[in-house]
């Protein structure tokens, strides 16, 4: 073959293949070079379950979950979930509220995204025999699980709270109001959660799973919505872990009086597993700082999880996750008896 015929069929073969190796191209990016999909798929609200949520607006916690079962399915796990007569998850009917270890935290705690086996209360039991109650609830931050704590474990000897940085925002938010106008913030959480409510039912009485989860990685991309690892990076460096354990300790100053003569375990399940070293430091840094009279212990779950204990859509841990926390926490829970 002639060295211009066969230069004449490379520039075909280029000119007919380009469209695909662009395409391909932008999907590579897209998928392994940015977080545009997890993005996408944490706005479609369709995969949590707002059913489940149990609006109980006189206590200061505002919603629980409804007892009994509760079905979360999503595109990467679907569970079964277990929860009692207070609403919180606790399968084990023979856990007491007077139990001495209480977990606190957000969906993290709770197990969002695992059966009831492999919760962190059921691999402490199943692993260490470690009988812990469960007081996690998904969208919680640190001023509702300590009222939740208040209100149901008053005999707690171990409080182990996890803090996620999106805890921050509902922080500062509770912050902007003196203690004595607590009720006022306590309307805007309920206002949250109820519009939150409208559009799930919407979206499940209208919606198309596949329709919507199309426009929504479009709107991701049109907005400019998503971030490059290297921008995912630059914020991991710039997070002003200072700035959240200041306003996480003001929060703890509201519950002092509750706080004292318990041991406080605090240790940090972000999204996506972009848990960082500088959480343990700077939080111990401040709880010494501010709390010298309260037993408080914060540990850096960075030598015991990875991001790969983290499902890629969601942002919630798998069940490996649980098995390794109940292994790193067992030896800080021993109580008085």
């Given at each position: 073959m002639s060295q211009p015929s066969r230069l004449k069929k490379l520039v075909f073969y280029g000119i007919a293949l380009s469209p695909l190796l662009v395409v391909t191209g932008v999907l590579v990016y897209f998928t392994f070079l940015t977080?545009?999909?997890?993005?996408?798929?944490?706005?479609?609200?369709?995969?949590?379950?707002?059913d489940c949520f149990d609006v109980v607006a006189e206590h200061r916690y505002v919603y629980r979950m409804k007892p009994g079962e509760c079905h979360f399915d999503n595109a990467e796990y679907q569970t079964v979930q277990t929860i009692d007569a207070n609403g919180f998850r606790n399968a084990n009917p023979k856990i007491s509220y007077d139990a001495k270890v209480v977990l606190l935290g957000d969906s993290h705690m709770y197990g969002f995204s695992v059966n009831d086996a492999d919760t962190l209360n059921a691999q402490l039991k199943a692993r260490h025999n470690i009988d812990a109650l469960n007081l996690g609830i998904p969208i919680y931050a640190t001023y509702r699980e300590l009222a939740a704590a208040e209100d149901h474990a008053p005999k707690a000897e171990i409080l182990v709270m996890q803090y996620c940085e999106n805890d921050f925002g509902e922080n500062a938010e509770y912050l902007t109001l003196p203690a004595e106008q607590e009720p006022e913030n306590r309307k805007g959480v309920l206002q949250n959660i109820t519009a939150a409510k409208e559009v799930y039912h919407a979206r499940k009485e209208n919606g198309s799973p596949l329709s919507d989860t199309v426009q929504g990685i479009a709107q991701v991309i049109r907005g400019r919505e998503y971030s490059t690892r290297w921008e995912m990076k630059q914020q991991d460096r710039t997070r002003d872990y200072e700035g959240e354990a200041q306003a996480?300790?003001?929060?703890?100053?509201?519950?002092?009086?509750?706080l004292k003569g318990k041991h406080l375990i605090v240790f940090e399940s972000s999204s996506y597993g972009r848990n960082n070293t500088r959480f343990m430091h700077s939080f111990d840094k401040v709880m010494k700082a501010r709390f010298p009279d309260l037993d408080i212990e914060v540990l850096d779950v960075t030598t015991a999880t990875n991001r790969h204990d983290y499902f890629w859509l969601d942002d919630h841990p798998r069940p490996s996750y649980y098995a390794k926390m109940a292994d790193f926490l067992a030896p800080h829970l021993h109580t008085g008896g």
């Open positions: 977080n545009t999909f997890p993005q996408a798929y944490r706005q479609y609200i369709r995969n949590i379950n707002f996480f300790a003001n929060i703890l100053l509201r519950h002092k009086d509750y």
